[in-house]
């Protein structure tokens, strides 16, 4: 009975997230006197919504295999945003231009991550954050410095509410669901499972092993564009620290989630459990009204818990 | 037991210890879960004793070992080592105090360290001062000892060798002997990388340590092999242990009776379905050397030493690399399952589909019930041994994770299969299986190119390509093919006696 | 095989000649820097870089990746200039704790089996919360020892280059050389090999995550003693500048494959890199840029000499 029980959490690790957020929430809104749970969930969507987009990419990129993570995600949102709002200039007209832009953006600089991966053979790691510091000089010097406002229609646009729910939230989880599919019914989404279960056996087994990297990459740098260009619209225009906290956020989802960090492994549920999940841990703090400091001590050690108590990663091999 | 070990071997343990039980195993029983990998056994080693151990895949002989090396501990039973009860507080140091060494079927050195850094692994007494040095000289004794003419450099890096040569560093480390002393070398399918000169050597060797006084308990598949160097031959099925005789007492249908399958069929040069049409061509890679081809409908199968370049064939032909002319889709069968050809966090499933999925796709999308409908024809069709198709590839014997290999590459439309030694370590009744596949496919018109570093297998090719030092050596059509035609092709620009003469023994 | 050997000589020696180039680079640009006082002015700030860089290194030797280091550079400078100033006691009782709780974490990581680079991601939001709690304000007061200590001026050459030379020899003793790095890098390049040779796993992960917490310790001490204040986010920048200097070194992120006088000659050419590019007179809006063009260059230069290496 419970040896079951353990075993459909192993199937589908994504479980704990949601279960956390769940008791999040509560404590949250017990914490307030009952009152504001709504205004959480719908704020926790919103805010999620960054996170899920950006964060899908940076699964698909972990799911790769060891030592593949895209560091250059925060310098993406600081170009991406740029471009989006230099390109609309505050026109209603340039809207779809500039998140073709801001998109286009990321695209290059997935495909660049790729090329010195796949050129100079430099690990991930590194290649990402060499990238990620070029990316940050080309933000600054388009940026100069300034603070282009969105048009209007956009910026209503990303507040906007369907039904009740953020638009914002639909697009990500149209777009979580998409690459739900993509990974169960796709030969790309299956070589991403395969390669980063071992890249040498998915070439062997006749995958095209370079061809689903590329697309990895730029799918990541992608999604971080179009987020870039959403976050501008969302907070009044395009600033050079809109990414930063993206960083750690993304990897920390990624694997609350219940995807696996040595790859082959992708849980789509979990990014979007994650993402409510890390949001309602930093409200909750907030309301309970305790420092900064304590809130970050908390908050690290309730990332070490999730996946102490989670996630044993390594494959039984 | 002496008329046993005389007969191996002329070398006889020295009188009295003969009798001396060095390792007594009562009772010994070992449960996964619901699973029962080992009944309740009795197994004693002698000192100067050769054990043979044989079985089919899951018969527990890895089992038995890993709790002999203290890797694993038994569910039930006691352990006596050197007449002293270690039952309970017996594991890996334990063993290693006691002087029970193990040379396990995956390569267990660390591939970043030099050969006399993996000396320091296994021997904690190998410390302060000059530990280098000592490490160094403790290694080239043993290589010398038991593989002379190896040509190895104690300060080479161990990933930098070919894995013939990593197995014989490994082999030769269990041989060791700090302050602790090794008296029980456990050898698991020692021989699956070497050539037959360097086989030879480890047979000899280890009637050596037998005549010393030492215990070996040899593990393999190859049958003959264990007829070469057991005075005492053990046979496990199922978990417990069916046969138990001095080796004199066994003729190889003996074994394969004992293991549990029908004796292997005569071998008979098979009718040869090859056509005129070409589908494979490699330039030959050095001046010397032959151009290879394979007709469509053939088998072509690949010998000489372990290593010499019939990988590189196989994978030049796979990357359809500059100079190779490859009319069609290629497959392969890869032999290291674990390097080469499972996905472990997949299922059964999606490890044969792999290498359909792009044939499986209707308007760009995977259709997962022809998936598994194709999935499951290949499980009947090979007779895979599960329940269910979606369990994970890793519940399956090493034997049916092989079938399922040969699933995925036999399932795509490819017209041309290569077989990297896919038969390492798979057990007799999977192999009939798959040389009666091989033959109804070529049949049907596809090419097979065939890797082997088992000599019986050859026959069932149409012909063979001896391989020397990266490139082709020798061509032999199925009627000229024999063990000693191969060995000589092998070894012919390196005579033999080259090694002979280094020998310091 | 000489050409062979000539290949892999080249592949070793790349960052002592990264290093090298880019002192050339500065001197010709400046070349008042081409004294004792210029070069302790440009190098004085890669003493704590050499220290985080080694601590990174421990780690990366058995495949794990630390991405808390710089933040626990940060606590450390933290505590250096509240606690050890005002109760030198409990400042060292703090000190040692926090190296007991590295330890600790290479316990959980091994006991639980979990992923070191999620860990200790969330480490590094323990270690930030804790340095501002100690400190919420930038601000604090070194001790005068680490002060004092930092700027001694000793003969011939100025202190980094000696704090370098003699943390590359020990390192390359400790690690390269000894029984017992032999373990440790083993431990990385076939971790189930090691721990079936009867060595423990827990302990050799537990030690080489307190090692890095001693040399994360020594790196927050020295930052500190340079600075003289303490900042909650004085180091974030370390721990991807510690990762780049192990890779710029010549080591790879799995495998043990790991060179201490790599890693400290790693370190110090990053900490050039700035100083090199402010005296090239590139705008401040590329400097960044600049700084991921030069890892770029000496990687690229190192792909090329390995498929150099194996094509001849």
């Known amino acids: 009975m419970l040896a079951a029980l353990r075993g459909r959490i192993a199937a589908a690790p994504w479980i704990w997230s949601f279960l956390g957020t769940a008791a999040t929430w509560l404590v949250t809104v017990s914490i307030s006197g009952g009152r504001g749970g709504e205004e959480i969930i719908s704020a926790a969507l919103t805010f999620s919504a960054f996170t899920v987009l950006v964060s899908l990419g940076q699964m698909m990129v972990i799911t790769t295999g060891p030592g593949n993570v895209d560091l250059s995600i925060p310098s993406v949102i600081a170009l991406s945003s740029a471009v989006a709002m230099l390109v609309m200039d505050e026109r209603a007209g340039m809207i779809v231009p500039g998140l073709a832009a801001a998109v286009a953006a990321g695209l290059a600089v997935g495909g660049a991550n790729y090329g010195l991966i796949r050129l100079l053979r430099i690990p991930p790691i590194i290649a990402t954050l060499s990238s990620s510091l070029v990316v940050m000089s080309v933000a600054i010097v388009l940026g100069r410095g300034l603070k282009i406002k969105p048009p209007q229609v956009f910026a209503d646009a990303v507040t906007t509410k369907v039904a009740g729910v953020p638009l914002l939230a639909i697009v990500a989880l149209a777009a979580a669901v998409a690459i739900a599919f993509v990974l169960e019914r796709t030969l790309y989404g299956r070589t991403v499972s395969a390669i980063g279960q071992s890249r040498r056996i998915a070439r062997l087994a006749g995958l095209d092993v370079e061809r689903a990297s590329l697309l990895t990459y730029m799918l990541s740098g992608g999604l971080a564009g179009l987020t870039g260009a959403l976050i501008a619209g969302f907070s009044g225009g395009n600033s050079l620290d809109q990414g930063a906290e993206y960083l750690l956020l993304t990897i920390a989802v990624v694997v609350i989630g219940g995807t696996s960090v040595s790859g082959g492994r992708a849980s789509v549920p979990g990014i979007w459990g994650a993402a409510l999940f890390m949001f309602l841990i930093v409200t909750m703090l907030n309301a309970s009204g305790v420092s900064p400091g304590l809130r970050m001590l908390i908050t690290g050690l309730i990332i070490i818990g999730v996946i102490a108590v989670g996630g044993s990663e390594r494959a039984p091999r | ?505 | 095989m000489p050409r062979f050997l000539s290949w892999s000589a080249a592949e070793r020696l790349l960052p002592a000649l990264t290093l090298a180039a880019l002192l050339a680079g500065i001197f010709h640009q400046q070349p008042r820097a081409m004294s004792y006082f210029g070069l302790d002015l440009l190098l004085n700030l890669s003493i704590p870089i050499i220290f985080a860089t080694l601590a990174q290194m421990m780690i990366i030797a058995i495949n794990d990746l630390d991405l808390s280091i710089g933040a626990f550079v940060s606590l450390v400078a933290c505590i250096g200039s509240t606690l050890l100033t005002t109760e030198p006691v409990l400042g060292v009782l703090a000190l040692l704790a926090g190296i007991a709780a590295y330890g600790l974490v290479g316990a959980l990581v091994e006991w639980r089996r979990l992923p070191s680079i999620v860990v200790t991601l969330g480490l590094s939001f323990v270690w930030l919360g804790l340095a501002v709690i100690v400190l919420p304000t930038p601000g604090g007061r070194a001790p005068a020892v680490l002060s004092t200590l930092v700027r001694v001026k000793p003969p011939f050459a100025p202190l980094p280059v000696y704090v370098a030379a003699v943390v590359a020899l020990l390192g390359w003793l400790a690690v390269s050389r000894s029984s017992m790095g032999v373990v440790l890098r083993g431990a990385g390049g076939n971790p189930r090999s090691v721990a079936r040779a009867g060595w423990s796993m827990l302990a050799i992960r537990v030690s080489v995550y307190a090692t890095a917490g001693v040399l994360g310790t020594l790196a927050g001490l020295s930052l500190l003693g340079l600075t003289t204040s303490g900042d909650a986010n004085i180091a974030s920048r370390y721990t991807l500048v510690s990762i780049a200097s192990v890779i710029l070194g010549g080591a790879s992120f799995t495998g043990g494959r790991v060179f201490p006088v790599g890693a400290v000659l790693g370190a110090m050419t990053l900490t050039l890199a700035a100083s090199f590019l402010t005296f090239m007179r590139i705008s401040p809006d590329w400097q960044i840029g600049a700084q991921g063009f030069i890892l770029i260059a000496v990687l690229a230069l190192r792909a090329l000499l390995t498929r150099w290496k194996e094509t001849s």
Request: glycine share 10%; with cysteine; charged share 25%.
């Open chain 2, 1 to 505: 037991m002496t008329a046993a070990g005389g007969g191996a071997a002329p070398a006889a343990p020295p009188a009295g210890a003969a009798a001396e039980v060095f390792v007594d195993l009562r009772g010994i029983a070992k449960s996964f879960g619901a699973i029962r990998a080992l009944r309740p056994v009795d197994v004693v080693v002698r000192r100067g004793e050769c054990l043979g151990l044989v079985g089919h895949n899951g018969a527990g002989k890895s089992t038995l070992m890993n709790i002999l090396s203290g890797a694993l501990s038994a569910s039930a039973g006691t352990l006596a080592i050197a007449g002293e009860d270690l039952t309970g507080r017996y594991d890996v140091r334990g063993a290693h105090r006691a002087g029970v060494r193990c040379v396990f079927q995956e390569l267990s050195l660390c591939p970043n360290l030099s050969i006399a850094e993996n000396a320091r692994i296994a021997h904690p007494a190998l410390h302060g001062f000059g530990w280098r040095r000592r490490a160094a000289a403790l290694m080239q004794a043993a290589l010398d000892g038991i593989f002379p003419g190896h040509g190895l450099g104690m300060g080479d890096v161990v990933g930098s060798l070919s894995i013939g040569r990593r197995q014989m560093v490994e082999i030769a480390r269990a041989f060791t002997e700090t302050e602790e002393r090794a008296r029980l070398v456990i050898l698991d399918e020692p021989t699956s990388s070497l050539d037959a000169t360097a086989a030879d050597q480890l047979v000899a060797a280890a009637r050596r340590f037998a005549a010393a006084g030492g215990s070996t308990v040899v593990i393999s598949h190859k049958i003959n092999e264990i007829l070469a160097v057991a005075d005492r031959i053990v046979v496990m099925k199922d978990g417990a242990v069916v046969d138990d005789r001095p080796r004199a007492a066994f003729t190889r249908e003996g074994i394969v009776d004992a293991m549990g399958h029908a004796v292997e069929r005569a071998r008979s040069v098979r009718a040869s379905t090859a056509t005129a049409e070409t589908m494979v061509e490699v330039p030959a890679s050095r001046r010397d050397g032959l151009t290879f081809r394979a007709a469509r409908g053939e088998i072509i199968g690949l010998a000489g030493l372990a290593g010499h370049g019939q990988t590189d064939l196989l994978l030049a032909v796979q990357a359809r690399r500059r100079g190779t002319r490859v009319a069609g889709d290629v497959a392969l069968v890869p032999g290291d399952r674990s390097t080469d050809g499972v996905f472990p966090l997949w299922s059964i499933e999606r490890n044969m589909s792999a290498r359909w999925l792009p044939h499986l796709r209707r308007g760009g999308l995977i259709d997962l019930g022809r998936e598994r409908a194709e999935a499951g024809a290949w499980r009947e069709r090979l007779a895979l041994k599960t329940p269910d198709l979606r369990n994970p590839i890793l519940s399956l014997s090493g034997g049916n994770q092989q079938k399922a290999l040969f699933a995925r590459a036999l399932g795509a439309p490819a017209r041309i299969i290569l077989m990297d030694d896919p038969m390492r370590g798979v057990d007799i009744g999977t192999k009939q299986d798959v040389y009666a596949m091989i033959a109804t496919e070529a049949a049907a018109g596809r090419t097979f190119l065939w890797y082997t570093t088992e000599m019986d297998e050859l026959f069932h090719c149409d012909r063979t390509y001896v391989f020397h030092d990266g490139s082709i050596v020798a061509e032999l059509a199925a009627a000229e093919l024999s063990e000693t035609a191969v060995v000589q092709a092998s070894f012919k620009d390196h005579s033999v006696t080259d090694h002979a003469v280094k020998d310091p023994a």
